[in-house]
């Protein structure tokens, strides 16, 4: 299995060399804002395969699979994930998933999904690509737009924008959203959730990521409306994925579209 050349993603500034060379750019901000944009003059970057799904769809398993099989064929991957990703990313992800977290705003919630990102993009994402690696990340902003935009019925505008001026508008090579029922998905969740409650942190402290599966039905129903929305705007970049087989199953149609779409 080979991967083919590619272009390094960097960011620039609208009006200058780079930024005038829209063929390759994946986004069209005005001067002065910053613009991810994809130039041949940098080297060869690596994929950035990202997946999404609500909780309990199977993505770091789906993660943990992918990740195998590309190693498998001597290529180098990183795994990460969000909320987190970093030391700061991870005390954010605790504030946010942590059930005791109560009264956040959604625009408070938002801001620090972007606050995790952010951190996250500049210190391991964008350093990873830059080598050549595959990035895999279990979840990224289309997380955002489904759960805050969708969810939290903020839209998707403000996370759009968020994303334009936090994370340069970088954008996934590949999306796998791992489609499954509301219902199945949030109680296989929930299960896992208090499976892992009297878990340790590697600090010591009781895990506890259960503050998102305490919302009801019909907010995991606008988060799955939102994701469906996502791809039926961006096919070139988001898959749907069906996630009700078996782990090996579903690991071989994602295998599939990896091959298809990013030639490895």
Do not use: W
């Not at 759960?147 to 505008?157: A, D, F, I, P, S």
């Not at 606008?222 to 469906?228: G, S």
Request: proline content about 5%; glycine content about 8%.
């Amino acid at each position: 299995m080979q991967i083919e050349p590619y272009v390094n993603i960097s960011v620039c500034r609208a009006g200058s060399p780079l930024a005038d060379t829209r063929t390759h750019c994946h986004c069209s901000l005005p001067a002065p804002r910053l613009l991810a944009c994809y130039h041949p003059s940098v080297p060869a970057r690596g994929k950035f395969i990202t997946f999404e799904g609500l909780d309990g769809s199977g993505k770091s398993t789906q993660v943990e699979k992918l990740a195998r099989s590309l190693r498998a064929h001597g290529l180098s991957v990183t795994i990460t994930r969000e909320p987190g990703g970093t030391t700061t990313g991870e005390k954010i992800r605790e504030v946010l998933l942590h059930s005791a977290t109560a009264g956040l705003s959604p625009l408070t919630e938002m801001a620090l999904m972007f606050a995790s990102r952010a951190q996250h993009v500049h210190e391991v994402i964008l350093p990873a690509l830059a080598e050549g690696r595959i990035v895999l990340c279990d979840r990224f902003t289309d997380s955002t737009e489904a759960y805050q935009g969708g969810g939290r019925k903020l839209g998707t505008k403000p996370v759009l924008q968020m994303h334009e001026i936090l994370c340069g508008n970088l954008q996934p090579d590949l999306t796998i959203l791992l489609d499954n029922e509301v219902a199945f998905s949030v109680e296989r969740a929930r299960r896992r959730n208090r499976k892992h409650k009297g878990a340790r942190s590697e600090k010591g402290s009781e895990r506890d990521e259960n503050r998102f599966e305490q919302e009801n039905r019909a907010f995991f129903g606008r988060v799955r409306h939102a994701y469906l929305a996502i791809a039926a705007r961006e096919p070139h970049r988001v898959h749907v994925v069906n996630a009700r087989g078996t782990p090996s199953e579903t690991h071989a149609v994602i295998m599939e579209l990896v091959r298809k779409k990013l030639k490895v």
